[in-house]
């Protein structure tokens, strides 16, 4: 039914990912293939991280802002097709790891809707706590683009 549906949705954004047993890898991946079944586009999603050296207050960080963003993009986007990017890169000084969720929906006006979303405003105060950088705007043509990068100290 529509309920269990609806309560069976909001325990599974309650619920910590099993990030410790399947890595930040299978968790994007279990999560993707989840929000696949209701989204009638196509998804691109390219992983190119190593599970091992990423902290987990990091790792759970990026899985809750996919999971933010590919929930907008369920509700408001009007999608045909999306594109995950999460990759790891080196600056001086320090590793990051950058999540780049794309899609070639309507957008939206983002001097008003990006600061009236508790999800989005939520992940911007997570990756801020970490010295991340949050990042949303509307792409041209169309479409929105949400970018989150967090710098971590590697686990050896």
């Known amino acids: 039914t529509v309920l269990r549906s609806i309560t069976r949705n909001k325990l599974r954004h309650l619920k910590t990912p099993s990030l410790d047993s399947i890595g930040l890898k299978g968790a994007v991946r279990e999560l993707v293939s989840e929000w696949k079944q209701a989204f009638q586009g196509r998804e691109h999603l390219s992983l190119e991280i190593q599970d091992h050296e990423i902290p987990k207050a990091v790792a759970l960080s990026i899985y809750r802002g996919l999971q933010e963003g590919l929930t907008n ?77 967090i710098p971590y100290d590697p686990i050896i």
């Open 73 to 149: 993009i369920s509700r408001h986007a009007n999608a045909d097709q999306v594109f995950i990017y999460l990759h790891q890169f080196r600056e001086p000084g320090n590793a990051c790891i950058q999540l780049k969720l794309e899609d070639d929906g309507q957008g939206f006006n983002s001097n008003i809707e990006a600061q009236q979303g508790l999800g989005l405003i939520s992940i911007r105060e997570r990756c801020e706590a970490l010295d991340g950088e949050f990042y949303i705007a509307s792409r041209q043509p169309q479409g929105t683009c949400l970018t989150i990068t």
